[in-house]
């Protein structure tokens, strides 16, 4: 969920407020799930466990718009989550 598909015009830049995750996604809402830490609520619990709420880290930093903006911000989250290996690029 770091990137989108190739060809995409539109999409959304968000950090997580939680664990400061940056990431890309085709949905454009002010909050969405993040990635890392909002994972799947697993709704099989025992008697004695709280169920997980449901949260929506992520806040919606910028609409990014135009297929080279979004692929120049595609490849600087790639090469900072890589460590700046930029040889597969």
Request: proline share 3%; aromatic share 8%.
């Amino acid at each position: 969920m770091y990137y989108v598909e190739d060809g995409c015009e539109r999409c959304g830049y968000y950090e997580c407020t939680k664990c400061h995750t940056r990431f890309l996604s085709r949905v454009i809402a002010p909050r969405c799930k993040c990635p890392d830490c909002d994972g799947e609520v697993d709704m099989e619990i025992g008697p004695d466990e709280v169920m997980q709420e449901e949260s929506e880290s992520a806040k919606l930093l910028e609409v990014i718009e135009g297929k080279e903006n979004v692929e120049k911000y595609d490849k600087l989250l790639s090469l900072a989550v890589t460590g700046g290996d930029f040889d597969w690029i």
